[in-house]
């Protein structure tokens, strides 16, 4: 079985370094692209990125470069999503979903259960 | 305001048939493939219909999904009250070089 498992919610203070996992099981890890997806309070689904964890080739979206940080560990078959400095506004659920086929053809299936980030002073 | 345009609500009664249309561009729907996603209340995300309208493995074949040019629509019917939940169609675009996301369709089973 695929699955992928997202490390616990956090509370932070505005400022603050944040990294939050996804562990995935069940399929090779290094051979399909992970992605990371935002849902903000009460709002819609919004793509952060995605890594292939082969090569650790990282696209991300013009509305998140440079405010995250998407990486992963062949090792142990772990995607993270960081930030150095943390803003009220990122508070919002992350989800991270496996990449099925190519980029432009693909789709997200499975996903995580989601890690809440509440920032807050 | 998302690249995707989703009416914000629909319903039905149960038994019904519901359409939920999404509608992009030439840079994202008219030339890549749409993905279809349904939320339930407070869980994840799930995939319900893929490329166009490729139904995965366990989803109810009460749900398709077609494209035509620029726009895309999921049809669910018999319609049940545990259909009750967003759903959201995605798609890539060559332009933003990323995937995009409709801003969502809440469904109410009346």
């Known amino acids: 079985e695929v699955r992928l498992v997202q490390s616990g919610a956090e509370v932070k203070k505005p400022g603050e370094s944040l990294k939050i996992s996804c562990k995935v099981s069940g399929y090779s890890f290094s051979e399909y692209w992970i992605g990371w997806v935002r849902q903000m309070p009460g709002k819609g689904l919004e793509w952060m990125g995605v890594?292939?964890?082969?090569?650790?080739?990282?696209r991300y979206s013009p509305s998140f470069q440079g405010q995250v940080t998407i990486s992963a560990d062949k090792s142990i078959s772990t995607a993270y999503l960081q930030w150095s400095s943390l803003k009220a506004s990122d508070t919002a659920m992350y989800y991270c979903?496996?990449?099925?086929?190519?980029?432009?053809?693909?789709?997200?299936?499975?996903w995580g259960q989601g890690t809440l980030v509440t920032v807050s002073s | 305001q998302s690249v995707l345009t989703q009416p914000p609500s629909a319903s039905g009664t149960p038994g019904q048939r519901v359409t939920i249309s999404c509608s992009g561009s030439?840079?994202?729907?008219?030339?890549?493939?749409v993905n279809w996603y349904l939320q339930l209340p407070g869980t994840a995300p799930k995939l319900l219909i893929e490329t166009n309208n490729q139904r995965p493995s366990g989803v109810p074949d009460r749900f398709s999904g077609s494209k035509s040019g620029t726009s895309a629509s999921l049809a669910i019917s018999g319609l049940q009250s545990e259909d009750e939940a967003d759903y959201y169609c995605a798609a890539w675009d060559d332009s933003l070089n990323g995937v995009v996301f409709g801003g969502g369709t809440k469904l109410t089973v009346l």
């Open positions: 979903a496996r990449h099925l086929s190519q980029l432009r053809w693909g789709w997200f299936d499975p």
């Open positions: 890594i292939y964890p082969g090569d650790s080739d990282t």
């Open positions: 030439s840079s994202n729907i008219g030339s890549n493939t």
